[in-house]
């Protein structure tokens, strides 16, 4: 007798698709979506997805189950209290924290840990992430199972929470639409008179931007007209950057453009029209500008932090993160040499293939499954 598959019950935290859509909000939307096209086998579904939102102020769909409670107020107590809340979630099988923190319940816990920053570096975050920490610290301690998506994140999680349930999935790539470079957003200023090199991402130290900064100002000694244009939300490290840019000749210093905050279509714009994607961070967890830069042909020049080296592979020229001299070498190759460019395209579009959102549910599904059978 063939037994039937199991239908896992699976509690989604989809807060993260609430507000302005973060790298954390495309990998939830991703995630869900992935999960919720999972094949059923014989005709009988594998996977319920139940997404939950902890908070008051959002407005929740109606599929959207709601923890009533501040996300503040919540970090608090499940910092200190263990009182489940499967009552508001549905009672599920497994409940899935996508965004470093799962509420206590009586069911398997999965908690999803994208990078270990904030775990080393605590003076570099805000309170709310300090309390959140403290929440996920205490669920592993208490049994939860952490999702990285990387193999380098895993193996920080294991020394840095002393667990060894920790599982890497990948995840899979973020839609890109091409805007031709004719469409320019109105928003955006004219970047026709040369090639630019893109920096994208908060404006914060893990990224890493004044070692780019220095990189560049040896780039435009070599070349008199590209340009570096800094595009992300202003951060902890935006005082630095700014000494960074003082530093440089006045020339140079004239050819770099910070944007600020940035639009999806300006985003996408900027990424197909620069001449490369510059990426040095300090550490990274998985990397989505490195896949959408992928998918638009746009050369990678990254730094060797973190998940980088595991999420690129062949495709892009990498240096020590703090080692400005070979950025620039690197950036001078990829602007100055088509051959070069056409290569870390093709490589682009060739590692993509490792990444599938397919894949990423199927493995997660697998998770859940076994720890239902537990």
Not at 268 to 289: H, Q, T, V
Not at 308 to 324: F, H, K, R, V, Y
Request: with cysteine; aromatic share 4%.
């Amino acid at each position: 007798m063939v037994t039937p598959p199991r239908t896992v019950r699976v509690a989604v935290d989809v807060g993260p698709l609430h507000g302005t859509r973060t790298g954390i909000g495309h990998a939830v939307a991703g995630l869900v979506g992935a999960l919720s096209a999972v094949s059923p086998i014989d005709g009988v579904e594998r996977v319920t997805v139940m997404p939950y939102v902890t908070s008051t102020r959002a407005e929740p769909e109606p599929s959207q189950r709601r923890l009533p409670m501040p996300a503040a107020a919540a970090l608090r107590l499940w910092a200190r209290s263990s009182v489940p809340v499967d009552r508001w979630l549905g009672r599920p099988d497994v409940v899935h924290g996508t965004n470093y923190v799962v509420p206590p319940t009586r069911c398997p816990r999965v908690v999803s840990v994208y990078d270990c920053w904030f775990l080393e570096n605590p003076r570099d975050v805000d309170a709310d992430v300090r309390r959140a920490a403290a929440v996920l610290r205490r669920s592993v301690a208490e049994g939860a199972t952490v999702v990285t998506s990387s193999n380098a994140t895993t193996s920080r999680v294991r020394e840095l929470l002393a667990t060894d349930r920790v599982r890497t999935i990948h995840l899979g790539p973020p839609p890109v639409p091409t805007i031709p470079p004719d469409d320019r957003p109105a928003g955006l200023p004219d970047l026709d008179t040369g090639p630019f090199i893109l920096a994208l991402g908060t404006i914060e130290r893990r990224k890493n931007i004044p070692t780019l900064v220095s990189a560049f100002g040896r780039l435009a000694r070599e070349h008199e007209t590209v340009r570096l244009v800094i595009a992300g939300n202003p951060g902890n490290d935006a005082p630095a950057v700014e000494r960074a840019i003082n530093r440089l000749d006045p020339a140079a210093a004239a050819r770099v453009l910070r944007l600020g905050p940035v639009t999806d279509v300006e985003k996408n714009w900027l990424l197909a029209s620069a001449r490369a994607l510059a990426y040095p961070s300090l550490d990274e967890g998985f990397g989505f500008p490195i896949l959408e830069a992928h998918q638009l042909g746009t050369p990678v020049v990254a730094s060797t932090a973190g998940s980088i080296p595991e999420i690129t592979g062949a495709a892009a020229l990498l240096s020590a993160p703090l080692d400005s001299e070979a950025l620039a070498a690197n950036l001078y190759w990829v602007v100055n040499s088509d051959d070069m460019h056409a290569k870390l395209a093709r490589r682009g579009h060739t590692n993509l293939r490792r990444f599938t959102w397919a894949s990423t549910a199927e493995q997660l599904l697998d998770l859940y499954t076994s720890l239902v059978d537990a």
